[in-house]
């Protein structure tokens, strides 16, 4: 088989994910960056929120990118590997809480990366996002 | 004067600005990437649109960058110095058509950056973030 | 929508693409690189053939992404754009010969990008991919 | 004397090395990345399978050429020291399990390196892959 069938996440529901954990983050009163990306680690959707650390930006793809690579959420690494692992991966693969990936009707279309809170913060975000689009809730 | 009051884009404008953009390009049929920047070339907001072309999102960034940066239109430059201007500031710094300044109230609160489309279509999406938000037009 | 349904490239059928490229490339006598890269522009498949310039394992990747983010083949970019879109797209936009899309039953699966002959050995050598795995033959 | 005769593995071997761990990874149902590098580090193939981590890709580049440089399997390091030379070393040499160097009538032709399984699963397919053309067997 050259090809097999797989669902792509719609910049609709990238838009829609980031929508509702902004209003997660809001209720919260935590500033966040949230990251969007799609099954290839791609950048889908973002925003940093006011008052957001800056440099979370990065943290927030890093999560985002391995809960896609991984498909599963960021943190449940073996913590013995996780820096040999985070290096030999060139440095996005990350064990930091914030990162879940975004499962739909069995298919792994992308992820979301949240930070700039606390990691249980981020992790409560990122299932709003989730939550928004109707995708499995992944618990860390 | 040790300081001086500046105006700074809220993530509710930049998304506001995002949407207006996505309504523009989704009425003229051509998927785009759209880049919103704060006055300090950092990332505020983004989203890439269903078949925009992948590499055009570091194309809307660079566009995005440089007009926060130049608080002009891209494409200004002279074309004789462009390709020098570009290596020797970065790879940021780029003439393309699809970059305009945020203007508000006098600051410049950022800038937006689009590609994936022509030129001119990347311009008229641009223009469509602007007014989105009630900034100052910005004929490129 | 939330998500829509599109195929993806397998690595049997990259692999297969990648075997009937070297086929063609042993045929011709002219030692090639051979990148095979998803629709998100991420690494599948590649060899370098004996003989083949070690640089042009860049150039063939870059190739390659190209093909993959405009979905179309690569050299038909205008020229008097092609070298501001590289700076600007980060370097990997490239505007050579013997990058071209993978395109089966209306979907673009990735790509294939060739590197180390003439831009027309490349591009023979890059259709042979496509062929051998009932890709849509795409002329540059 | 000014040069010394060796001997460097063919794309022909490097392939047949790539589909001897493709079919061993199969059969255990693990998908994975696979590398092979040559004596200098320089990339001769690659294949990630479908559902591999896509991240692993550059795990697997890391595995490969560490065994290359240091013509052993990794994961021999003294583990006080593998952060330290991880660093160092540019971040591509790591210790963790699953490269193997590709030793032949004495000579280190290359490497292997796979990314994606378990340690020993890694360990395996690369073992698969040197069995696949007759190299010296490498227990980790």
Same mark, same amino acid.
């Given at each position: ?7 792509? @996440?719609?910049?609709?529901? !990238?838009?829609? !994910? @980031?929508? $509702? !954990?902004?209003?997660?983050?809001? =209720? @919260? ?25 800056? &440099? $979370?930006? +990065?943290? =927030? ?13 960021? =943190? ?23 990162? &879940? ?14 930070? $700039? /809170? ?7 975000? !990122? ?6 689009? /109707?995708? +499995?809730?992944?618990?860390?």
């Amino acid at each position: 088989m050259t090809t097999r069938p797989v669902l792509k @996440l719609t910049h609709a529901g !990238a838009l829609k !994910a @980031l929508a $509702s !954990a902004v209003a997660k983050a809001e =209720s @919260l009163n935590v500033p966040q960056n949230i990251t969007i990306v799609d099954d290839g680690g791609n950048l889908l959707a973002f925003v940093r929120m006011d008052g957001a650390k800056l &440099l $979370s930006r +990065e943290t =927030s793809m890093s999560k985002a990118i391995t809960a896609a690579s991984h498909r599963q959420p960021t =943190s449940r690494l073996d913590p013995n590997y996780e820096i040999k692992l985070a290096i030999a991966g060139g440095g996005r693969l990350t064990n930091l809480e914030g990162g &879940l990936p975004i499962l739909i009707d069995g298919h792994c279309v992308g992820a979301v990366g949240v930070g $700039s /809170g606390t990691g249980a913060q981020d992790v409560e975000v !990122a299932r709003a996002a989730l939550s928004g689009i /109707g995708a +499995e809730d992944q618990k860390p």
